[in-house]
């Protein structure tokens, strides 16, 4: 899979949110602004990430939220070992 460095940041980003809950780290929601900075082309990426499967997003309270899949957390064990 083809993954672009703005979608490995979004990963690395949802992976290290301060609201990350630290138990596990696939359907383990933060709110999406912690992960995108409000920012349009992570924004985007966080969509890419969602379409590839790596990422998933819901709405909690009216605000969006997202969580790695298990495809995503196997990716970015795949890339850095040292990443957890």
């Not at 899979?1 to 809950?21: A, F, G, P, W």
Request: contains cysteine; charged residues 20%; proline residues 1%.
């Amino acid at each position: 899979m083809n993954i672009t460095e703005l979608e490995k940041q979004v990963l690395i980003n949802i992976k290290n949110s301060e609201y990350q809950d630290g138990t596990s780290l696939n359907n383990s929601w933060v709110w999406s602004f912690s992960v995108t900075n409000s920012t349009k082309p992570l924004a985007g990426a966080l969509g890419s990430c969602v379409k590839k499967g790596l990422a998933i997003c819901d709405v909690e309270d009216g605000d969006e939220v997202c969580s790695l899949t298990q495809l995503g957390v196997d990716y970015l064990k795949s890339i850095n070992e040292n990443i957890w």
